[in-house]
């Protein structure tokens, strides 16, 4: 080989290297790079569907009604199909439906507005967590102040704090994992990544510690709000859907992101609530 063609093998090695020398935190946390054998265009944001290398065409069954994965993350909420969620539709889902929403502010704000939270197993190892009348009015206030005006299509500030599902994208902050893209659309890439930076025990689970090492890389410079909101989001999402052995998985976190997760949680609610009826 001459050195023209080993200058050229250098440098076409050097164009898809993931790991740099004088960078450690390269090395530390590993992006994939066989993605692309397992998933068409993993890097290509997708705007109606949710995939995995496990689930190349999303979640099987979820209807995904032509609308964004940020859009069908928070869908559920929007209890009259009206594109507008009011305080009134989160506090439904949040106490009829036993369910929690993931953008309001701290972990520990969870446990103390709780008082006593429920959890009951699920075939997958899913959680749902019930919070009381009191619980689940406050942090449908808290939610809806928080996302309400970002979303609205005017100017002038509503009383009624609705949430425009059509501008959610609006509502999405910093120092979070990007698998949203600005517009809303989901990032294969970006979920796997996840897992292969701060997955340290099992390959597609995280550990809370995990977790919190990645909200804590993830955070962006001076973004307090974003750094609160990234911890408060996960924090609630590992209680939700731990299993057993304390892990959550990478289906759990893929279903979180285009809502199928709350689906699931609240047919599993309704079925142990007909059953203990019929007990």
């Not at 093998?9 to 450690?24: F, G, I, L």
């Not at 979920?191 to 689970?205: G, H, P, Q």
């Not at 979180?256 to 142990?272: I, N, R, T, V």
Request: hydrophobic share 40%; proline share 4%.
């Amino acid at each position: 080989m001459d050195e023209k063609a080993r200058a050229n093998e250098n440098a076409s090695r050097d164009s898809m290297a993931t790991v740099a020398e004088k960078a450690p935190v390269t090395a530390q946390r590993k992006v994939r790079a066989d993605l692309e054998t397992k998933l068409p265009k993993p890097y290509l944001p997708r705007a109606l569907a949710a995939p995995d290398t496990d689930n190349v065409n999303g979640t099987w069954s979820h209807k995904h009604e032509n609308m964004s994965v940020l859009q069908q993350h928070v869908a559920f909420f929007d209890q009259d199909n009206d594109g507008i969620i009011y305080p009134w539709d989160t506090y439904k889902a949040l106490h009829i439906e036993d369910l929690s929403i993931f953008n309001v502010y701290s972990t520990a704000a969870v446990f103390w507005l709780s008082s006593a939270y429920n959890r009951s197993n699920m075939s997958s190892g899913l959680r749902a967590i019930g919070f009381n009348a009191i619980a689940s009015f406050f942090m449908a206030i808290l939610i809806h102040g928080a996302m309400s005006y970002v979303t609205l299509p005017t100017w002038i500030p509503s009383p009624f704090l609705p949430i425009y599902v059509v501008n959610i994208h609006k509502a999405k902050h910093g120092s979070d994992s990007t698998t949203y893209d600005t517009e809303g659309r989901y990032i294969p890439a970006n979920l796997e990544n996840i897992f292969s930076k701060y997955a340290r025990t099992v390959a597609d689970k995280l550990t809370l510690k995990e977790l919190w090492h990645m909200t804590e890389a993830n955070r962006n410079a001076f973004d307090f709000v974003g750094w609160c909101l990234s911890k408060f989001e996960w924090g609630v999402l590992y209680v939700l859907a731990k299993d057993s052995e304390g892990f959550l998985s990478k289906e759990a976190v893929r279903r979180c992101f285009d809502g199928s997760l709350f689906e699931y949680c609240a047919k599993m609610q309704k079925g142990a609530a007909a059953a203990g009826k019929m007990g």
